[in-house]
């Protein structure tokens, strides 16, 4: 049996994997479910000061008293996660990325998206201190999936995220550890991926080192709502 601690991606608290963790329960597995400073029931400790690091530090405290440990994260928490995967490799049997990859050594989540989006985020969030989350709505693509249900529970319990975590970066080591890792794929084919790999494209460099597995989960950017059953089975 496995000791798993699961990240929420951006502008979500740890009552975004309740069904992954009902499931990894009920199969014998223990598990930790984090809520990063700033968000869901914590959102009253947001400040100009959470970031990255803060965020890494929240990780860590879930791993406390655990030997060995599945460390999953989802979407934008890849820059924290990847933080302590290459810092503490360990404390860890594998890493999965649902959904998202880790990003090169200083590159922040804002540097991944279009000028545009860029662009909006800095206006929305001015001189404040946090990115109010997206319009949730259903459809396809990102989105693919999302029933009126889950549709309104997102949208009801969706808080801002700390802009330091969208604009905080951390610097990898010249040697990744060889720790597990495992991609979760659901909004882009494995086929893909790989092409990618393949191409020399540098964001996709570290997925062609040997410790990395893919596997296909299709449905939108969310399957902890979209599939959940599924996303336990896989982990």
């Known amino acids: 049996m496995a000791n798993y601690v699961l990240v929420p991606g951006f502008w979500l608290g740890a009552w975004a994997w309740d069904e992954v963790a009902q499931e990894l329960r009920a199969a014998?597995?223990?598990?930790?479910?984090?809520?990063?400073?700033?968000?869901?029931?914590?959102?009253?400790?947001l400040s100009?000061?959470?970031g990255v690091e803060t965020h890494v530090l929240d990780i860590l405290a879930a791993m406390d008293g655990w030997e060995?440990?599945?460390?999953?994260?989802?979407?934008?928490?890849?820059?924290?996660?990847?933080?302590?995967?290459?810092?503490h490799p360990e404390r860890l049997s594998r890493v999965v990325?649902?959904?998202?990859?880790?990003?090169?050594?200083?590159?922040?989540?804002?540097?991944?998206?279009?000028?545009?989006?860029q662009k909006a985020?800095?206006?929305?969030?001015?001189?404040?201190?946090?990115?109010?989350?997206?319009?949730?709505?259903?459809?396809e693509g990102m989105f693919a999936g999302l029933?009126?249900?889950?549709?309104?529970?997102?949208?009801a319990k969706a808080t801002a995220e700390p802009w330091g975590a969208v604009t905080q970066s951390v610097q990898r080591p010249g040697r990744i550890p060889?720790?597990?890792?495992?991609?979760?794929?659901?909004?882009?084919p494995v086929a893909?991926?790989?092409?990618?790999?393949?191409?020399?494209?540098?964001?996709?460099?570290e997925l062609g080192t040997p410790q990395w597995t893919f596997v296909e989960l299709p449905t939108g950017h969310w399957p902890m709502f979209t599939r959940p059953a599924d996303l336990a089975a896989l982990l």
């Open 28 to 45: 014998g597995h223990q598990v930790r479910a984090v809520t990063l400073t700033g968000l869901a029931e914590r959102a009253g400790e």
């Open 48 to 50: 100009p000061e959470v």
């Open 68 to 87: 060995e440990v599945v460390l999953v994260g989802h979407s934008g928490a890849n820059v924290p996660v990847t933080a302590v995967a290459d810092r």
């Open 97 to 117: 990325y649902v959904d998202t990859a880790p990003l090169p050594s200083g590159v922040a989540v804002i540097d991944f998206n279009d000028e545009a989006t």
């Open 121 to 139: 985020w800095r206006a929305q969030v001015g001189d404040g201190c946090a990115l109010d989350p997206p319009a949730f709505e259903e459809g």
């Open 147 to 155: 029933t009126q249900e889950y549709w309104a529970q997102i949208s």
């Open 178 to 188: 060889a720790t597990p890792k495992t991609m979760v794929a659901s909004t882009m």
């Open 192 to 205: 893909v991926i790989r092409e990618l790999i393949a191409s020399g494209n540098p964001a996709f460099a």
